[in-house]
């Protein structure tokens, strides 16, 4: 259904198929066609797998992955799906992940349903993914160990932590794959409440049931440039040394905040500390979170969604002494601009010249008011 909504959103047939073909997983048949799911015209993938014998473990999976022709974004992101649909199917079955084995049909559609689509994504340009409250479906499914209600017990693993709904939905609406790739690309998080809409496409299943379509939307937006959808996030800390605080900054920072700083406040009791601040665009808000509970002494973090509104802004350039010095320039609202220097590029360029920062910055804005 991912792929079936990739299609409907432009990717090429072709391009699927010679990605599948690059694989080397043997002689795939590679079927797509549109087709009308309740009044919704849709785009649907299937495969045609030989039959095999046999199981193979995660190990198996992984390595076929790490030898793929594929790039280092996808390899990354599909051995990370099949670990936690590997840790899913352990926990649940009571063994551990190295004993986890995939029948081997099975394991090649999984292949194929995991690693394409993470290909895709990529192949279209898609940075940022968000999920809505997904819909799991209820009533009964037969797998290889019985009958078990829905959802399966592997996919409600894989989405524990994530927002969840569609329990009176008759049937199976979400698979342990189609979990662990939303899971893996969204890591939970809810859509921004303010998007602009580009574009939506409509993947089929297999299944065409009376009174819904059984069919997955994927939706393309930007999200605005000039009013941002933005996260302040915060952790207080009262135990924590001063000369630690910086290296949580610069962490905090490499895991996309878009600015990081401290304050100092008084805690309960009185005690000093320090407040650490960070605004992130919505996409970094796991990673960065993840980077102050690492890097920090604090037992959590908070955040909430605020706007801003942004100065455009360009880059340029100014030659001084021999020395490059990059320039950055803010369009304001009546036409003017305002422009400073990058001071890491002026502090270099003072001490290649020798001369003192003051006297470097006041030649360079003379050069620039020329």
């Given at each position: 259904m991912?792929?079936?909504?990739?299609i409907?959103?432009?990717?090429e047939?072709?391009?699927?198929?010679?990605?599948?073909?690059?694989?080397?997983?043997?002689?795939?048949g590679?079927?797509?066609?549109?087709?009308?799911?309740?009044?919704?015209?849709?785009?649907?993938?299937?495969f045609?797998?030989?039959?095999q014998?046999?199981?193979?473990?995660?190990?198996?999976?992984?390595?076929?992955?790490?030898k793929?022709?594929?790039?280092e974004l996808?390899r990354?992101?599909s051995?990370?799906a099949?670990q936690?649909?590997?840790a899913?199917?352990?926990?649940?079955?009571?063994?551990?992940?190295?004993k986890?084995?995939?029948?081997e049909?099975?394991?090649?559609?999984?292949i194929?349903?995991?690693?394409?689509?993470m290909a895709?994504?990529?192949q279209?340009?898609?940075?940022e993914?968000?999920?809505?409250?997904?819909?799991?479906?209820?009533?009964?499914?037969?797998?290889?160990h019985?009958?078990?209600?829905?959802?399966?017990?592997?996919?409600?693993?894989?989405?524990?932590?994530?927002?969840?709904?569609?329990?009176d939905v008759e049937?199976e609406?979400?698979?342990?794959?189609?979990?662990?790739?939303i899971?893996?690309?969204?890591?939970?998080?809810?859509?921004?409440?303010q998007?602009?809409v580009?574009k939506s496409?409509?993947g089929?299943?297999?299944r065409?049931p009376e009174?819904?379509?059984n069919?997955?939307?994927?939706?393309v937006?930007?999200?605005?440039?000039?009013?941002d959808?933005?996260?302040?996030l915060?952790?207080?800390l009262?135990?924590?040394r001063?000369e630690?605080?910086?290296?949580?900054?610069?962490a905090a920072l490499?895991?996309?905040a878009l600015?990081?700083?401290?304050?100092p406040i008084a805690?309960?009791?009185?005690?000093?500390g320090l407040?650490?601040?960070?605004?992130?665009?919505a996409?970094?808000?796991t990673?960065?979170a993840?980077?102050?509970?690492r890097h920090?002494?604090?037992?959590g973090?908070?955040?909430?969604?605020?706007q801003r509104?942004?100065?455009e802004?360009?880059?340029d350039h100014?030659?001084?002494?021999?020395?490059?010095i990059r320039?950055?320039?803010?369009?304001?609202?009546d036409?003017?601009?305002r422009?400073?220097?990058?001071?890491?590029?002026?502090?270099a360029a003072?001490?290649?010249?020798?001369?003192?920062?003051?006297?470097?910055r006041?030649?360079?804005?003379?050069l620039?008011h020329k």
């Amino acid at each position: 259904m991912t792929l079936g909504a990739l299609i409907d959103l432009g990717l090429e047939p072709d391009w699927l198929r010679n990605f599948i073909h690059s694989l080397d997983l043997g002689e795939i048949g590679v079927n797509i066609e549109r087709v009308n799911r309740r009044g919704i015209n849709c785009g649907r993938v299937w495969f045609e797998i030989p039959e095999q014998k046999g199981h193979r473990h995660l190990r198996h999976i992984v390595e076929i992955i790490e030898k793929a022709p594929i790039s280092e974004l996808t390899r990354k992101r599909s051995i990370a799906a099949f670990q936690r649909l590997g840790a899913a199917e352990a926990e649940v079955h009571g063994t551990t992940m190295e004993k986890v084995h995939f029948h081997e049909v099975g394991a090649i559609d999984a292949i194929l349903d995991i690693v394409c689509s993470m290909a895709a994504v990529e192949q279209l340009g898609f940075q940022e993914f968000y999920t809505r409250p997904i819909v799991v479906g209820s009533g009964f499914i037969d797998i290889d160990h019985g009958r078990y209600p829905v959802p399966a017990p592997a996919t409600l693993k894989i989405l524990e932590g994530l927002p969840l709904t569609g329990f009176d939905v008759e049937g199976e609406c979400t698979t342990p794959t189609g979990a662990t790739l939303i899971a893996t690309l969204t890591a939970g998080q809810l859509a921004p409440n303010q998007l602009r809409v580009v574009k939506s496409g409509y993947g089929a299943g297999t299944r065409n049931p009376e009174g819904r379509p059984n069919a997955l939307r994927l939706i393309v937006c930007e999200l605005g440039s000039a009013a941002d959808l933005v996260y302040v996030l915060q952790a207080d800390l009262d135990d924590m040394r001063g000369e630690d605080v910086p290296a949580a900054l610069q962490a905090a920072l490499d895991a996309g905040a878009l600015d990081a700083t401290t304050h100092p406040i008084a805690m309960k009791k009185g005690r000093p500390g320090l407040r650490l601040e960070a605004l992130v665009a919505a996409g970094a808000l796991t990673a960065v979170a993840d980077a102050v509970l690492r890097h920090t002494t604090t037992l959590g973090v908070r955040y909430w969604p605020t706007q801003r509104s942004i100065l455009e802004r360009v880059e340029d350039h100014i030659d001084w002494r021999g020395q490059r010095i990059r320039v950055k320039r803010a369009l304001l609202p009546d036409g003017q601009s305002r422009s400073k220097p990058e001071y890491d590029d002026l502090a270099a360029a003072a001490r290649e010249a020798g001369v003192p920062i003051p006297q470097a910055r006041a030649e360079i804005e003379a050069l620039q008011h020329k």
